[in-house]
């Protein structure tokens, strides 16, 4: 409720896509000031910033929280924000999801939102999650994530939740499902958004080991569809991007929802009973301990 009051709030504040901008993502006026202005709209928040380009359908959407895109519920308020009224814009039919970061695309769920944080806190920020994951898994546009770094966890769900996954590859970066090794679940619905993607049998592997796994390996077990240098990422993703919208939308949308609707339907008509389950692990002495400790690995392998 606290999530839909927010939205609510913020979106009658805001108004970003109707109000066009004369400048391109990379900030430089472009050749035809007055077509542009027409063909654009930029908007940015303090963690999300949108273009949409009117004359392909297709916005990007840049994640720019420091230092690590963590999904905090500020993070996901945004973020549900933007989907919402690219969604109800029918003239966007395809959003890009990637990273202005260097070299993270999402460090996942906020751990600081999980950890030390009244019962009520968890419950607002878990149905915040919840929001994210529903907008985005039974979304009417093609989406894809251009997943320009590493993406543990949350963020891994965040791309797997998209329709088409594209990954730079540099063995550096990381991506998978690895909340056993803090100590945590992963939810129902994330492991049926993995097992959707890759099958049972790898995603039990998967979880139950924590398994992050480099571009390369990755793209051989089908978490990401495509592994590409880095200064190819978003020229395939428009490409990828150009390839689903020459489908008719209504075959292609009807498709989708044929094929997420079961996965869907099971979380919807458990929701309730998941914020409950969140709250009541997640606060357990036990759990709190294992964040506590995993927080502090964290910072010393920094240091
Ligand atoms: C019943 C169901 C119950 C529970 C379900 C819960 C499901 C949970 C899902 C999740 O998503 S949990 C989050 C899991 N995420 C991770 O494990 C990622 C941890 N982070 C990293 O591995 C790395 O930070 C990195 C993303 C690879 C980036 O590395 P880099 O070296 O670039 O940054 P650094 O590690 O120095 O981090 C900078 C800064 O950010 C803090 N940080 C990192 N990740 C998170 C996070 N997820 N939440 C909050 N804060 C995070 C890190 O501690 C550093 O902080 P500092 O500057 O103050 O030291």
């Not at 391109?24 to 910033?49: D, E, F, P, Y």
């Not at 939102?113 to 968890?122: I, N, T």
């Not at 089908?222 to 939308?249: F, H, N, R, Y």
């Amino acid at each position: 409720m606290a999530l839909r009051a927010a939205l609510r709030t913020k979106c009658a504040l805001s108004g970003f896509l109707s109000q066009p901008s004369s400048s391109s993502r990379h900030g430089r006026v472009c050749a035809s000031t007055v077509l542009a202005a027409q063909q654009r709209s930029n908007s940015t928040s303090s963690k999300i910033s949108v273009d949409f380009d009117q004359s392909t359908g297709v916005a990007v959407m840049h994640m720019k929280s420091p230092p690590v895109n963590s999904l905090s519920l500020d993070f996901l308020t945004e973020f549900c924000i933007s989907l919402e009224k690219l969604e109800m814009d029918k003239s966007c039919r395809g959003l890009i999801i990637t990273s202005s970061l260097p070299k993270v695309f999402s460090a996942g769920l906020d751990i600081l939102e999980m950890y030390g944080k009244s019962p009520e806190s968890c419950g607002e920020f878990w149905k915040a999650v919840q929001e994210m994951w529903l907008k985005l898994y039974s979304s009417n546009m093609v989406t894809v994530a251009a997943i320009n770094g590493s993406s543990p966890a949350g963020g891994c769900l965040m791309s797997l939740t998209c329709d088409y996954r594209i990954m730079v590859d540099n063995p550096r970066y990381s991506i998978g499902l690895n909340e056993t090794q803090l100590g945590i679940v992963a939810p129902f619905w994330f492991k049926d958004t993995m097992a959707n993607t890759v099958g049972h049998r790898i995603t039990e592997m998967a979880l139950a080991l924590g398994m992050l796994y480099s571009p390369a390996e990755a793209l051989k077990i089908g978490l990401v569809d495509q592994i590409v240098p880095e200064e190819k990422l978003m020229s395939t993703a428009e490409q990828a991007m150009a390839k689903w919208l020459a489908i008719p939308a209504h075959a292609r949308q009807l498709t989708k929802s044929m094929m997420r609707k079961p996965t869907v339907d099971r979380m919807t008509s458990k929701r309730e009973a998941d914020v409950q389950n969140f709250v009541s692990f997640i606060t357990k002495d036990a759990i709190q301990n294992s964040l506590r400790v995993y927080l502090e690995m964290l910072k010393k392998r920094k240091a």
